[in-house]
Each structure stands twice: as C-alpha cells, then as structure tokens.
C-alpha cells in the first residue's frame, strides 16, 4: 500500500514507543503522522482475559473508553490512513459477559464484528484503515525465553488479520514481521 497524505496511527504502549521516531521519519518523507496511543489498551472492545483465565484489571475501562476516543481521533485527525497496531487484541475476551476465545470458529466470528465495529468506528473520518500484522516474540531475549502461548496467540491473531483483509478488501495488511524480521 503507497501511502500518502495524513497518516494516524493508533495503538497501545507498542505505538507509543515508536510514537517519537514514526512522526519523525515520516515528517522526513513529507507524510503527516498523528497518533492516538492508549498504553495498556487495544484498539477492539471487550475485556482483555489473562493467560490464567482473569480478566484485566483495567480492561472494562480500556473497553469503555476506545470507542469513544477512536470515532473522535478519526474524524478530528482528517487521516487518508489509519494505521492500528495492538497487541492486546491476541487475548481472550469477555464480551457481552461471555467469553469469546482466539482460535476457536466462534471466537474468530467474535473477532470479525469486533474488527467491523473498530473498522466503522476508525474510518468514520473518510480514512482507509491498515491493520498491523505483528511479528511473534524473539525465541529468546534479554527478558528471557519467549512464552509459548504468547507466540501462539500472534501467530493466530496475525492469520485471523489475514482472513479479514482478504474478506474486506478496503483494509489494507501491513506485515511488519517481513520488514523487520
């Protein structure tokens, strides 16, 4: 996807790290970049479940909340793109009080209308929007190894995000495992 004109980026503490450098670089290209960042939220609602099945002590905050901050950033920021990187979005979550699960065919339908609403809500500004695949943990790093469930979890996220683009041609695929990696 060539992209040009405004840029928003949205996300959690992921695009608030690289927040700085982003606005940066494409300032440097001549490209506009305004970001909506949201440390320790994602960019779908519901509330965010644990690896050991309790829910995210601020999830129902975060879940409150984004809808709200996502139509306002869309419309005020006058974006052609929003770019949306989380990787929240790779937890279970309780929805309408009931738990939808990544990776199974009911959680992955969960998935899609969460996608929709996010998409509805994220484009209502005129913008294209472009999900970011995000590449699995390094095996090993200076925190140690790798989880196993937290590499699983990305690698379903990132197939579900694949699904969705190609059901939803209007949305665009970034894969940054295949710049980065």
Same mark, same amino acid.
């Given at each position: 996807?060539?992209?040009?004109?405004?840029?928003?980026?949205?996300?959690?503490?992921?695009?608030?790290?690289?927040?700085?450098? !982003?606005?940066?670089?494409?300032?440097?290209?001549?490209?506009?970049?305004?970001?909506?960042?949201?440390?320790?939220?994602?960019?779908?609602?519901?509330?965010?479940?644990?690896?050991?099945?309790?829910?995210?002590?601020?999830?129902?905050?975060?879940?409150?909340?984004?809808?709200?901050?996502?139509?306002?950033?869309?419309?005020?920021?006058?974006?052609?793109?929003?770019?949306?990187?989380?990787?929240?979005?790779?937890?279970?979550?309780?929805?309408?009080?009931?738990?939808?699960?990544?990776?199974?065919?009911?959680?992955?339908?969960?998935?899609?209308?969460?996608?929709?609403?996010?998409?509805? /809500?994220?484009?209502?500004?005129?913008? /294209?929007?472009?999900?970011?695949?995000?590449?699995?943990?390094?095996?090993?790093?200076?925190?140690?190894?790798?989880?196993?469930?937290?590499?699983?979890?990305?690698?379903?996220?990132?197939?579900?995000?694949? /699904?969705?683009?190609? !059901?939803?041609?209007?949305?665009?695929?970034?894969?940054?495992?295949?710049?980065?990696?």
């Amino acid at each position: 996807v060539a992209i040009s004109g405004p840029v928003a980026l949205v996300g959690d503490s992921v695009v608030y790290t690289l927040a700085i450098a !982003l606005v940066g670089s494409a300032a440097s290209h001549g490209v506009t970049l305004t970001t909506s960042v949201h440390p320790g939220c994602g960019i779908i609602t519901g509330v965010p479940v644990a690896s050991d099945g309790t829910t995210i002590q601020w999830g129902k905050a975060c879940s409150d909340a984004i809808p709200g901050s996502e139509v306002q950033f869309a419309q005020s920021s006058h974006a052609k793109f929003v770019v949306a990187l989380s990787t929240w979005e790779s937890s279970d979550r309780i929805v309408n009080g009931q738990l939808v699960k990544l990776g199974t065919p009911a959680g992955d339908q969960g998935w899609f209308q969460l996608l929709d609403e996010m998409r509805a /809500r994220l484009t209502s500004g005129g913008a /294209r929007l472009l999900l970011v695949k995000i590449p699995p943990p390094a095996t090993f790093s200076d925190l140690g190894p790798a989880d196993p469930d937290a590499v699983h979890r990305m690698v379903l996220l990132d197939a579900l995000y694949q /699904r969705y683009t190609t !059901l939803h041609p209007d949305v665009g695929l970034v894969d940054l495992a295949a710049i980065v990696c």
